[in-house]
């Protein structure tokens, strides 16, 4: 039952991703502009064509399976829908790639992926953050990779472990932890100078 109820909010948040990139335009959402105080930092640039290119192969199994079942209509509908879903549900993770980049204020820094992950490490528990650029991310205690496109650009080494809550609840201590993002160099700056004005 956690599972399942798990799903659902994740399912209802990546539809309101996709209501935010909608209404939005593909603004980033958080505490990022002049109110906020923070700094954006995103990932999403260059998954839109693999986006594109997934959504394009189900509208046309969609179209497939249209042609496929037009003689069990009952079957056939309830294909529609799913497909239908499918391509909503793949735009949908796009736009929360978009809407959720990570974030970099005063109080912590926000390591996000899509509604996947949502990690926050205080400044004064980062020991060390270098540009690091890795395509493979063997399992590893203690290490959490968010990886977009199987690569990973920054490595932060903490001082002190967080706790990182998967999607279904799991809890684990990192004391590493590697992420893309598109503006490593200056992201691994800003990150340096807000560990050292926290100690």
Request: a positive charge.
């Given at each position: 039952?956690?599972?399942?109820?798990?799903?659902?909010?994740?399912?209802?948040?990546?539809?309101?991703?996709?209501?935010?990139?909608?209404?939005?335009?593909?603004?980033?959402?958080?505490?990022?502009?002049?109110?906020?105080?923070?700094?954006v930092f995103?990932?999403?640039?260059?998954?839109?064509?693999?986006?594109?290119?997934?959504?394009?192969?189900?509208?046309?199994?969609?179209?497939?399976?249209?042609?496929?079942?037009?003689?069990?209509?009952?079957?056939?509908?309830?294909?529609?829908?799913?497909?239908?879903?499918?391509?909503?549900?793949?735009?949908?993770?796009?736009?929360?790639?978009?809407?959720?980049?990570?974030?970099l204020t005063?109080?912590?820094?926000?390591?996000?992926?899509?509604?996947?992950?949502?990690?926050?490490?205080?400044?004064?528990?980062?020991?060390?953050?270098?540009?690091?650029?890795?395509?493979?991310?063997?399992?590893?205690?203690?290490?959490?990779?968010?990886?977009?496109?199987s690569r990973?650009?920054?490595?932060?080494?903490?001082?002190?472990?967080?706790?990182?809550?998967?999607?279904?609840?799991?809890?684990?201590?990192?004391?590493?932890?590697?992420?893309?993002?598109?503006?490593?160099?200056?992201?691994?700056?800003?990150?340096?100078?807000?560990?050292?004005?926290?100690?």
């Amino acid at each position: 039952m956690r599972a399942v109820l798990a799903l659902a909010r994740h399912e209802a948040r990546l539809l309101g991703c996709l209501a935010v990139w909608a209404l939005r335009h593909g603004r980033p959402s958080g505490p990022s502009g002049p109110s906020g105080g923070g700094q954006v930092f995103g990932y999403a640039r260059g998954q839109g064509p693999v986006m594109a290119g997934l959504a394009f192969v189900c509208v046309v199994e969609t179209l497939t399976m249209s042609v496929l079942l037009r003689h069990w209509p009952a079957v056939h509908a309830v294909m529609l829908f799913l497909d239908a879903y499918t391509v909503v549900f793949v735009i949908a993770l796009y736009a929360s790639q978009v809407v959720r980049p990570h974030l970099l204020t005063a109080e912590a820094v926000r390591i996000r992926h899509s509604v996947h992950v949502d990690l926050r490490v205080p400044p004064a528990a980062i020991a060390a953050v270098r540009h690091e650029v890795r395509t493979t991310h063997p399992r590893t205690d203690g290490e959490l990779d968010v990886p977009v496109g199987s690569r990973t650009s920054v490595t932060i080494e903490l001082a002190t472990p967080v706790t990182h809550v998967t999607l279904f609840g799991r809890r684990r201590e990192v004391r590493v932890v590697r992420f893309h993002v598109e503006e490593a160099e200056r992201m691994v700056r800003s990150l340096s100078t807000l560990a050292r004005s926290a100690t």
